[in-house]
């Protein structure tokens, strides 16, 4: 079947459009502190100048929400008028204000009312919960009012990994729980006539992501609601374990013709995370094409994919992107791919298939990483401690551990993890098995030992 985008609403986000027939939008977030004035124009304009068309900020207070107006402003001073997006977590007020300086304001469904994940059962009756989602009502109404006058977009952002206890108690550790999370709100938004929205649904495992928007996009058409969404495979890693991941995750849905635009997240400087999400935007519908080719030569439970490119790093991403979706719908769970490209050697091909088959969740041949990307949350040097926990658990086949700068979606995503490890204050680290707290507020210069001994013991 011939590639056919899905055809959304259009969302107006400062001088671009998504969604519709616009192309389909690239977009990143910084890292440094918000309140680092001179830092985030840097980094943003590295960004852009990398081809980022959308700029994402945190803002976990008041103080970083007003900074935006001098981000804004000293940007523009420097011709550079790209929309610039802040990112909201456990506190609504800072939406309100967020939303008079930036072209886009992400509010997360998990925390935007109900408080923080502790992973307790909660038991409603059908009246309580709907007096909860009048409690949604009363913070949300007024946010879009401000946004209507602002003329500021809103992306409602549902992270696997900070679903609310709500939510949880009712639906489970489901897609229905995560779609229903979402739909809370964009029933608010119909209700009151504001359209300028984009969807976000993350998770760090492919198959949930996957699985989840796909159920996304039925639940809308059923009730009528066509808005543009954003894809992203959240704490993918980094190098390409990283890359392989998004392109699995991201790609399977973009050969399906879903999706406006896109942040592949990488634990790297951010703008590396632009290139790549160009390559898979532009290999869109030959990846599709090779996807049908690939799913017609199963046999034996095999796929046997043939596949050429310039370059090592733009074959593992044709590769994983064309293959992705086969094998997240369990189409076959082996892998033979054949390349012609000069650098791509038997061994190094098996290696792929292998790496695509554990993005994809159905063999497990070495250590899994679930690392953030970082941002202005971030509590410590994320690149160097992923480099430390590598080198000293590379060997641990099958293990899966968690790195992450902040408490955001620490334990949720890290509920898929074997262990954790969590930023928790300035210096400060708390580690976890699955998405039990073990130890808290570890000094920062002894945490990655004191992960290994917790790793080391139970290992014996």
Not at 369 to 378: L, Q, V
Request: charged letters at 25%.
């Amino acid at each position: 079947m011939a590639y056919q985008r899905r055809i959304s609403s259009v969302t107006h986000v400062g001088n671009i459009e998504i969604g519709g027939n616009y192309p389909i939008r690239i977009q990143s977030m910084a890292t440094v502190d918000t309140n680092d004035t001179a830092g985030c124009v840097a980094q943003a304009k590295r960004i852009i100048d990398a081809g980022g068309e959308l700029v994402r900020f945190t803002t976990q207070g008041t103080r970083e929400a007003e900074n935006m107006k001098n981000i804004s402003n000293q940007l523009k001073a420097s011709g550079y008028c790209t929309p610039l997006v802040a990112d909201v977590h456990f506190t609504a007020h800072v939406a309100d204000v967020a939303a008079q300086y930036c072209e886009k304001v992400r509010i997360n469904p998990g925390n935007y009312v109900d408080p923080g994940r502790v992973f307790k059962h909660l038991e409603y009756t059908d009246e309580e919960y709907a007096e909860e989602l009048k409690k949604i009502e009363a913070k949300l109404i007024p946010f879009l009012n401000i946004c209507k006058e602002h003329h500021t977009a809103i992306r409602i952002g549902v992270n696997h990994g900070s679903l609310s206890d709500r939510i949880m108690s009712r639906y489970g550790d489901t897609p229905e729980g995560i779609v229903e999370s979402c739909m809370e709100f964009l029933r608010i938004c119909k209700r009151e006539h504001f359209n300028d929205i984009v969807i976000s649904i993350k998770a760090s495992n492919t198959v949930v992501m996957v699985t989840t928007v796909r159920l996304l996009v039925s639940t809308m058409n059923k009730e009528d609601m066509h808005y543009p969404l954003h894809l992203g495979v959240t704490e993918a890693g980094e190098g390409e374990d990283g890359r392989i991941k998004s392109a699995v995750g991201i790609g399977a849905l973009l050969t399906e013709g879903i999706g406006d635009t896109i942040r592949v997240s990488l634990s790297e400087e951010p703008e590396c995370e632009i290139p790549v999400a160009r390559k898979l935007v532009d290999m869109i519908a030959e990846c599709a094409q090779l996807r049908a080719e690939a799913e017609a030569s199963i046999k034996d439970d095999t796929i046997t994919l043939s596949v050429d490119a310039p370059d090592w790093e733009t074959l593992q991403l044709k590769a994983a992107m064309a293959v992705g979706g086969l094998l997240i719908d369990r189409k076959a769970t082996q892998l033979v791919i054949n390349s012609q490209q000069p650098t791509a050697n038997p061994q190094l091909l098996t290696t792929l298939a292998d790496s695509i088959l554990q993005a994809a969740r159905i063999k497990f041949t070495k250590t899994e990483y679930i690392s953030c990307p970082g941002c202005g949350r971030t509590l410590y040097n994320l690149q160097e401690t992923i480099a430390r926990i590598k080198a000293a658990t590379s060997h641990l086949v099958g293990l899966k551990i968690g790195i992450m700068g902040c408490i955001v979606n620490g334990p949720g995503e890290m509920a898929d993890a074997d262990y954790g490890y969590v930023g928790a204050g300035r210096g400060k680290i708390s580690l976890y098995k699955q998405k039990i707290c073990v130890e808290k507020n570890i000094p920062e210069e002894e945490a990655v030992d004191k992960l290994l001994e917790l790793i080391n013991k139970d290992l014996k």
